[in-house]
């Protein structure tokens, strides 16, 4: 846990992941008071960090009960990484029609250098480069709402989106996939840079799906 200096997206972040790992189970109690003294913070930033965890329905907010860890089904992470795959294959295909020739070799320089980091094994390095990768493709769409659509589904997916890279060998192939989108991108092939990015999704979904265990033990009390 983050303490000295703590922000509310680092709470998000760190509360988010530990949610996604099953750190913190289905139905358990997020005491605001407790979460302040663990962060070293006020409980102001507390609840604006738990409204965001609420928002990509991390969190369930009960009136006059407090917060607690909110179940999260299968079908409801499938739903959203549906709607992200469209999303980030519209961005893609947009990509390949409407980047500038200096978006697109910024675009191929970091893909490229990337490698180096799955060489490595750097996973925090790469879970970086990653977010910086995708926010590339969504501002060299050219299209504000797009773009607007874009980020707002992935922030909500964010903590199973980084969920994916605690698996074995998932940074290769994530380079792997990122590799076809760019040489889509790089040859002006809209229809297979959409292709390629929605498969990426999918394939994300279905790696962190890994993280979502069955509906009925999630739902199951936590203490007797």
């Not at 500038?100 to 094994?121: C, D, F, K, M, N």
């Not at 903590?159 to 002006?188: C, M, N």
């Amino acid at each position: 846990m983050i303490r000295t200096g703590t922000t509310v997206d680092q709470m998000v972040r760190a509360i988010g992941d530990r949610i996604v790992t099953g750190v913190l189970r289905p139905g358990e109690k997020l005491d605001e008071v407790s979460l302040a003294a663990r962060f070293e913070v006020s409980r102001t930033p507390v609840r604006e960090a738990l409204a965001q965890l609420s928002a990509m329905g991390l969190v369930e907010r009960r009136p006059n009960r407090g917060a607690i860890v909110a179940v999260v089904t299968q079908e409801h992470l499938a739903s959203m990484f549906e709607s992200m795959a469209e999303l980030e294959g519209i961005c893609a295909r947009f990509c390949a029609e409407r980047m500038t020739g200096s978006e697109r070799r910024a675009l191929e320089t970091e893909h490229q250098a990337s490698a180096r980091l799955v060489r490595l094994g750097a996973e925090e390095d790469y879970e970086y480069f990653n977010t910086e990768f995708h926010s590339r493709l969504y501002r060299g769409a050219h299209s504000t709402h797009i773009y607007e659509l874009t980020a707002m589904t992935r922030s909500r997916l964010a903590p199973f989106r980084r969920a994916q890279f605690r698996l074995a060998g998932r940074l290769a192939k994530s380079w792997q996939e990122h590799d076809a989108i760019v040489t889509a991108i790089l040859r002006g092939d809209g229809p297979a840079a959409g292709k390629a990015a929605m498969e990426h999704v999918s394939i994300v979904s279905e790696a962190s799906a890994v993280f979502v265990v069955d509906d009925q033990a999630r739902a199951a009390p936590l203490h007797p």
